[in-house]
């Protein structure tokens, strides 16, 4: 029998503990597992620890003194990075802290045994409290995690985590390489419990009670998100149905868009709010478990104030300049994430203060504003442009509006300003690959977003289809490629994020990490919900991305739950 104990402070905890998680001889494999030795050391019980090896030899040093245990610990820690980098960084991470404030906390510490070769954990604990560990390094699979009854012990009340792992569903993806912001980690594997990932790294021991997802040698890749689009599979959000915004999101979650920002265009108050009512129920539909559509994280309250030389092929009878009592009923909603206004209209100051009061990412689109228009934004919390290249001003456009002296565009004050970040539409029909290129050469992949700007023609036969309103938007024409406008102009895109992934990655010197991370963290930072998704690692939501290796979407998972493939 192998025992299990606490460190110094818990004793009598320990030795019920290890009455519960008594697990068969190892005593032999385990001993010269640092956790089992710094077990050893804490229970200061020199005496029973082995020394087989020098590193035991170490351990059993006659000072007690807390310092010492500190200075031990460390080089135990050190010592056993190879068996902890098996787990994930996080771990390593919170060590880290449990290093650096041992005297507050106490430990419990135990061994792998036969069934989970070579695991062993740590849990850390505020000994003055009775709150859920402040650390743990415990393999999913390991049995005090299954435990139940660990929940008796006086001492410990382990976290909701710990306690319901029993009824969560957990899944491991394994067989792929993963893809983070910064790396690819070939050979990889994926954990999640319920609804988070719990593991993002090398290949690991899968938790046995997992559904295991095989790759097949593709890519595993964090869900795509979307700041700008407005629609897809025949449905617009502007047609202002709860049934429509469901359409076109679950149209996108197919081509990889886990968190989507339905965007308005231009229209009346009645049609904008009745559009910003829809998003609102079909969020609510959906956190009521209606499966097979993309989250929707907010609105893009895009339209309708649109420079009037820069409206492109949204309506033009829709376009106004901001005024205070239509858009404060807007983000009275609470539901309005992004909000884009044209610098140079009166009334924009007001509306990117709004915007700022409701922590919105502030952008500036369809405009033909100057640089000293985008400094006066950017002072107001303005920190992103719209489809750069895309109906915004030039040194040209300013000129014809303001003569000379040539003055600098939002294209001169966007590739200066660290702090501005902006969106490409890369479909390979509105930008040629140079200037991809050049715009992810400029602002690299941390300002650089991806968006699909697709309207309601994407997965949708060739043919006419009105842009926003189904009343009144204005006719283009989709030739399944792009739409265009009868003016000869492009009409936005027709194409989801899987395809402006791939074409990104083709046509550009950007790798692959950077075309995902542009296509997922990066918007997420930028519209502050980085916390909670946009990337593969522990404690974010599980929206998680199966694509073979040229970059096709097989499957697609939501918060852990798989709604597509
Ligand atoms: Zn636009
Ligand atoms: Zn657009």
Avoid at 288 to 293: L, P, T, W
Wanted: aromatic share 6%.
């Amino acid at each position: 029998m192998q025992k299990i104990c606490f460190g110094n402070r818990s004793r009598e905890g320990g030795q019920r503990l290890a009455k519960i998680m008594s697990v068969k001889d190892t005593a032999r494999r385990h001993v010269n597992n640092p956790l089992h030795i710094f077990y050893r050391l804490f229970t200061q019980r020199p005496a029973e620890v082995d020394q087989p090896s020098c590193k035991t030899t170490r351990t059993n040093a006659t000072s007690r003194s807390t310092r010492d245990r500190i200075a031990v610990l460390r080089s135990l820690l050190r010592e056993s990075q190879l068996a902890l980098r098996r787990k994930t960084k996080i771990v390593n991470q919170k060590l880290k802290v449990v290093v650096g404030k041992l005297n507050c906390y106490f430990f419990l510490v135990f061994p792998g045994c036969d069934k989970y070769k070579h695991e062993s954990g740590l849990i850390a604990f505020r000994p003055d409290s009775s709150s859920s560990p402040i650390a743990a390094s415990v393999p999913i699979s390991h049995p005090i995690r299954r435990s139940r009854r660990l929940c008796t012990l006086n001492s410990i009340r382990p976290s909701s985590a710990l306690r319901d792992h029993r009824a969560m569903a957990s899944i491991a993806f394994i067989n792929g390489t993963v893809v983070l912001p910064d790396r690819l980690i070939d050979n990889g594997m994926v954990c999640t419990i319920d609804s988070k990932i719990t593991y993002a790294g090398q290949c690991a021991e899968i938790p046995d009670d997992a559904e295991i997802i095989d790759a097949n040698g593709g890519m595993l890749s964090p869900g795509f998100i979307d700041l700008h689009v407005h629609g897809g599979a025949g449905a617009d959000f502007m047609d202002g149905t709860p049934e429509a915004v469901i359409t076109a999101c679950a149209a996108h979650l197919r081509h990889g868009t886990t968190t989507i920002f339905p965007t308005t265009t231009t229209g009346s108050e009645h049609q904008i709010m009745n559009t910003i009512d829809a998003c609102g129920t079909a969020k609510q539909r959906l956190s009521q478990q209606i499966s097979g559509v993309a989250n929707i994280a907010g609105v893009h309250l895009y339209g309708p104030y649109f420079a009037e030389d820069k409206v492109g092929c949204h309506s033009e009878n829709g376009r106004r300049s901001p005024v205070a009592a239509e858009f404060h009923r807007y983000f009275d909603t609470g539901l309005i994430r992004i909000a884009t206004c044209a610098a140079e209209l009166p009334g924009a100051d007001e509306f990117y203060d709004m915007g700022r009061q409701h922590k919105c990412l502030i952008t500036c689109g369809h405009s033909n504003s100057t640089w000293s228009e985008m400094q006066r934004a950017f002072d107001a919390g303005m920190r992103h442009v719209d489809h750069f290249w895309c109906a915004m001003s030039s040194v040209p456009s300013i000129r014809q509006r303001c003569n000379v002296p040539m003055q600098g565009s939002m294209a001169e004050f966007v590739l200066m300003s660290a702090d501005m970040s902006t969106e490409v539409i890369a479909d390979g029909w509105h930008l040629a690959p140079e200037l991809l290129e050049f715009a992810f050469r400029m602002k690299g992949p941390e300002r650089l977003c991806l968006v699909t700007d697709c309207n309601r023609a994407m997965d949708m036969p060739a043919g006419e289809y009105r842009f926003g309103c189904p009343t009144d938007g204005t006719m283009f024409r989709s030739d399944g490629k792009v739409g265009w406008a009868p003016n000869g102009s492009l009409a936005s895109s027709i194409m989801g994020m899987d395809h402006m992934v791939r074409h990104m990655k083709r046509s550009t010197s950007a790798n692959l990490a950077q075309v995902i991370r542009m296509a997922s963290l990066t918007p997420a930072e930028r519209t502050g919900i980085a916390h909670e998704t946009g990337s593969l690692e522990a404690g974010k939501r599980a929206d998680i991305l199966v694509m073979d290796e040229d970059l096709n979407v097989v499957s697609v998972f939501v918060g852990g739950k798989k709604i597509s493939g």
